[in-house]
C-alpha cells in the first residue's frame, strides 16, 4: 500500500500497519511543542540544550527525552544560566 493511494501521511500509514506511533519528533514537532521557531529548536540541538539524534540527514528528537523534559523530570541542560 503506498502512501499515495491511501492519502495518508507517514505516522498514519505506521498506525494504519499496526506499527504503533513514532517514538520520535520531528525538529519541527518540537519546536510546535516548545512554542519556539524552527531555527530555534535547531539551535538548541546543536548547542546540546535539545536532546536529538541524527539518521542519515534526518534529525530526530527522542518522544521521552523531550517529553520527561517538558514534565520537569529532567533538567534542560544549560537551563537556568544567564546569556548575558
Known sequence: MSVSSTGLGHHETRAANGLGGSRTYSVDEAAELLGVSRFT???AIRGGTLPAIRIGK??????????????????????????A
Open 41 to 43: 529548536a535547531y539551535a
Open 58 to 83: 534526518r534529525i530526530l528528537v527522542p518522544k521521552v527525552a523531550l517529553d520527561r523534559m517538558l514534565n520537569g523530570e529532567i533538567a534542560f541542560p544549560g537551563a537556568g544560566t544567564d546569556a
